[in-house]
Every structure is written in structure tokens, then in C-alpha cells.
């Protein structure tokens, strides 16, 4: 990124400006040094071989004296030139590791930003179409205008529930702590696959009920991806299961489906966000970035595995609680 880039060059300026200052302060501090124990060693060598000239050394003397200055300001010199080339390079490679962090907050802030108007903008535009199909005919009648406000009321108590979690997410670092509550999943399940396009294609496989005790909005926004994303990524006609299991402590749901596929280089990073690999135009596109943030943030695990061209399989992972 450009801005990161700039950033790490003014901060590299910074540490090597430092790095001179430093080096520059303690060449002159050599340079005094070495001068007085240079000074005082001729003093003592013309005293012994009587080549001072009243309160002067001789005339070559004084020249030896100016030369050994001019070779150790050279030198001096020279160590600086290694200093600013060296130290340019370290300052450079320290400031990129200072700006790590920050640049992968930023991302992932970035990413945040990218899911929530990707998950935002589904309900917006069902309640846009109702409300626009319901203008349209001025003769709608009454039961009908009630079944459009009664939708749009759905989709604005979701919007509700989704923006309260992402704002909460935000805040917490990925922690979903608080607004916990129980509730039965496969009802929620049931619920939510009714409430889906290609509905009649799901079936559910889970005992006649489970209490958990979750992040509510969470955990029907992570299904719901991995719904959507069955249907999207499949023929029509093709069934798609969702399994519901208690494994001592651990709830584990898998949502298969058979179409296509991911291929196999592609698998590790569907869970990226705007990664669509070869598949581009039937990319898996930002929704599965979310239900990764969602899931880890659950404190559980999701994942896939395919077979290109036959079957692919979701698993998500939840403790219990």
C-alpha cells in the first residue's frame, strides 16, 4: 500500500537522521581524542629529539601534524559514508517491522469494513424491491402492503441484530463476549433455511432440538453465508444437507453441497477476502471472509474440503457452552 510505503520511508529517514546524529557526535569525540593523544605523543617525541622552536614545533613537524589531522577527518569520513549506507538499509528494515502491525490492523479493519456493507447491502435490497414493487401498483391491495411491512420489519430487526454485532466485534477485538443467550439451534436452523432461496433443495439432518448458548445473531449470520453459498455454488436441482451434531461439548454442523467444486490450490484461501482463484465468476466472494472473522471470533473453527466436479463440504465448529 502507498500509504504504508511513505510511512515506512519518513520513519526510516527518522531513524537513520538519528543514526547520523549519533555517529557524527561520537566522530567528533574520536576525532578530539585521537588529536590531543596524537598532539601529546609529537610533543614528546620533539622534546626528546630537541625539534621544538621556542613555544612551536618545527615547520615539518607542523605539517606531519595537519596531514595526520587530514587522514583521520578522511577516515572518519569514510566510516560515515558506512554508516549512512548501512544504516539506511537497517533503518529501512526496522521501520517495516515497526509499521507491521499497524498496516495489518489496517487490513483487517479494511476487511471489516468490506464485509459488513457486503453483508449489509442483501437486506437493503430485498426491502428496496418489496417497497419498489408495492409503489409500482397503485392498486396494491391492503393485505399485500401489510405483508410487505411486515417483511421489511424482518429484514430491519436483522439489520438491527447484524449491525449490533459487527459494531460489537469491532470494539472487542474479535471477542463476541457479551449478548450471550440460549436458544434452540435447529429451530434457528429450520428457521433460517425456510427463510432462504432454494429452500426446498435443503434438508436437515439434527435431533428435534439443541439449547446452546452463543452469540445469537453471530451464529445464524455464519450458517446463513454457508446456506448461501450452497445454493449459489450448486445446480438447481441438486440437493444440499445441513447436519447438526453434539459431540460431547463441541457442536459441529457441515452444509454440503454437489456442484462444481474449489480446486485444490484454491482451498486454502477461500476464506480470503476477494480471492476467487479460477473461479472468478463464481467467486465465494466476501461472505466467507466474514463467517471465518465470525467463527474465530466464536471461539471455534471453520473449514472445507472438495471434490472438484462431485462434492463440497462446509464444517463449522462452536463450543457449546
Given at each position: 500500500?502507498?500509504?504504508f510505503?511513505?510511512?515506512t520511508?519518513?520513519l526510516?529517514?527518522?531513524y ?9 557526535l561520537?566522530?567528533?569525540?574520536i576525532?578530539?581524542?585521537a588529536?590531543?593523544e596524537?598532539d601529546?605523543?609529537l610533543?614528546?617525541?620533539?622534546v626528546k629529539?630537541?625539534l621544538?622552536s ?6 615539518p ?11 583521520l ?6 566510516l560515515?559514508?558506512v554508516?549512512l549506507?548501512?544504516?539506511?538499509v537497517i533503518?529501512?528494515l526496522?521501520a517495516?517491522r ?6 495489518a490492523?489496517h487490513?483487517a479493519?479494511s ?11 442483501t ?12 409503489l409500482?401498483?397503485?392498486?396494491t391491495p391492503k393485505s399485500e402492503?401489510?405483508?410487505?411491512l411486515a417483511?421489511?420489519l424482518e429484514?430491519?430487526?436483522r439489520l438491527?441484530?447484524l449491525a449490533?454485532m459487527?459494531l460489537?466485534?469491532?470494539h ?6 457479551s449478548?450471550?443467550e440460549?436458544?434452540?439451534?435447529v429451530e434457528l436452523?429450520n428457521n433460517l433455511?425456510n427463510s432462504?432461496p432454494?429452500k426446498?433443495r ?13 452469540n445469537?445473531?453471530a451464529?445464524?449470520?455464519v ?6 453459498n450452497?445454493?449459489k455454488h450448486?445446480p ?7 447436519t447438526?451434531?453434539?459431540l460431547?461439548?463441541?457442536?459441529v ?11 485444490t490450490k484454491?482451498l486454502?484461501?477461500?476464506f ?5 482463484g479460477?473461479?472468478?465468476?463464481n467467486s ?6 466474514l ?5 474465530r471470533?466464536l471461539g471455534?473453527?471453520i ?6 466436479g ?6 463449522l465448529?462452536l463450543p457449546?457452552?
Open positions: 500500500m502507498k500509504l510505503t511513505s510511512a520511508i519518513k526510516a529517514s527518522w537513520l537522521l538519528i543514526l547520523m546524529m549519533v555517529s557524527l561520537f566522530s567528533c569525540i576525532f578530539n581524542i588529536r590531543s596524537i601529546a605523543r610533543q614528546g617525541f620533539a629529539r630537541g621544538v621556542g613555544s612551536s614545533l618545527d615547520k613537524l607542523s605539517e606531519q601534524m595537519e596531514a595526520t589531522d587530514t587522514n577527518i578522511i577516515s572518519l569520513a569514510y560515515n559514508l554508516v549506507l548501512g544504516g539506511g533503518a529501512y526496522l517495516q515497526t509499521l507491521e502491525p499497524i498496516e490492523a487490513q479493519q476487511r471489516f469494513v468490506a464485509n459488513a456493507s457486503h453483508q449489509l447491502r437486506p437493503l435490497a430485498i426491502m428496496k424491491a418489496e417497497a419498489e414493487l408495492a409500482h401498483n397503485p392498486k402492503l401489510r405483508q410487505t417483511s421489511n429484514e430491519i430487526n438491527n441484530e449490533t459487527l460489537e466485534l469491532s472487542s477485538e474479535w471477542q463476541l463476549s449478548n450471550i440460549k436458544f434452540d439451534l436452523t433455511i432462504r432454494g426446498e435443503v434438508t436437515l439432518h439434527a435431533p428435534d432440538d439443541l439449547a446452546v448458548t452463543m445469537r445473531p451464529v445464524r449470520e450458517i446463513a453465508v454457508l446456506l448461501d450452497a445454493v450448486s438447481d436441482t441438486s440437493p444440499i444437507d445441513l447438526i451434531k453434539l460431547k461439548t463441541t457442536v454442523i457441515t452444509v454440503t453441497n454437489r456442484g462444481p467444486g474449489i480446486n484454491d486454502p484461501h477461500i480470503e477476502r476477494f480471492y476467487s479460477q473461479q472468478h465468476a465465494y466472494g466476501l461472505g466467507l471472509s463467517a471465518h472473522q465470525l467463527t471470533a471455534g473453527h473449514s472445507a474440503r472438495s471434490t472438484p462431485k462434492i463440497t463440504t462446509f464444517t465448529s457449546k457452552r
